[in-house]
T-cell receptor, first 114, second 113 residues
Framework: GQQLNQSPQSMFIQEGEDVSMNCTSS?????WLWYKQDPGEGPVLLIA???AGELTSNGRLTAQFGITRKDSFLNISASIPSDVGIYFCAGHSPNAGNNRKLIWGLGTSLAVNP | KAGVTQTPRYLIKTRGQQVTLSCSPISGHRSVSWYQQTPGQGLQFLFE???????NKGNFPGRFSGRQFSNSRSEMNVSTLELGDSALYLCASSPGQPNEKLFFGSGTQLSVL
């Protein structure tokens, strides 16, 4: 099925560094959602974006809905060890039919060295 | 509000057996979606139920089935288990409108031996 292109696939950074990851699609999206998943747990919603150009923050996290509606990025500032996990992007595409089925990226695995 | 509850948390089965997983959505949510997650494969959509009807379906074989009850609780069943069915099965709920965010449970980790 349709999938989002999420990059990078994995990152290994030092505590205190900033992190940037992104998600792209060949078609437009109506929403972009960013989730974080800890090992053995379900994904937890971090940020939801509903409008092209929208920039939203949640603590040290900032995400933007791309102007073209075909991409989104997530930034984490001043990373800490508990930021470790897998970050997924997901979105609703009008091309997917009824705007109720989420399209997912394969995730960015983040490791933080204390 | 209580979150999405999935039971059991862990399951070990052998090939050929069948298994039933349960999901209780957030109170007031009428849509329940099921996903299969294996390492490196991301989240693979199984199906979505809304008001006791299957509304969306992914590309899984007929061995995977589900249902939803009038209180919005949902179950999924996998028959004739195969080794490749070992995965984390995630349930997510939402009110059921377009362009919504999903809220996930902690998942059921199924191991097939």
């Amino acid at each position: 099925g349709q999938q989002l292109n999420q990059s990078p696939q994995s990152m290994f950074i030092q505590e205190g560094e900033d992190v940037s990851m992104n998600c792209t699609s060949s078609s437009i999206f109506n929403t972009w959602l960013w989730y974080k998943q800890d090992p053995g747990e379900g994904p937890v919603l971090l940020i939801a974006l509903y409008k092209a150009g929208e920039l939203t923050s949640n603590g040290r996290l900032t995400a933007q809905f791309g102007i073209t509606r075909k991409d989104s990025f997530l930034n984490i500032s001043a990373s800490i060890p508990s930021d470790v996990g897998i970050y997924f992007c997901a979105g609703h595409s009008p091309n997917a039919g009824n705007n109720r089925k989420l399209i997912w990226g394969l995730g960015t695995s983040l490791a933080v060295n204390p | 509000k209580a979150g999405v509850t999935q039971t059991p948390r862990y399951l070990i089965k052998t090939r050929g057996q069948q298994v039933t997983l349960s999901c209780s959505p957030i109170s007031g949510h009428r849509s329940v979606s099921w996903y299969q997650q294996t390492p490196g494969q991301g989240l693979q959509f199984l199906f979505e139920y809304f008001s006791e009807t299957q509304r969306n379906k992914g590309n899984f074989p007929g061995r995977f089935s589900g249902r939803q009850f009038s209180n919005s609780r949902s179950e999924m069943n996998v028959s004739t288990l195969e080794l490749g069915d070992s995965a984390l099965y995630l349930c997510a709920s939402s009110p059921g409108q377009p362009n919504e965010k999903l809220f996930f449970g902690s998942g059921t980790q199924l191991s097939v031996l």
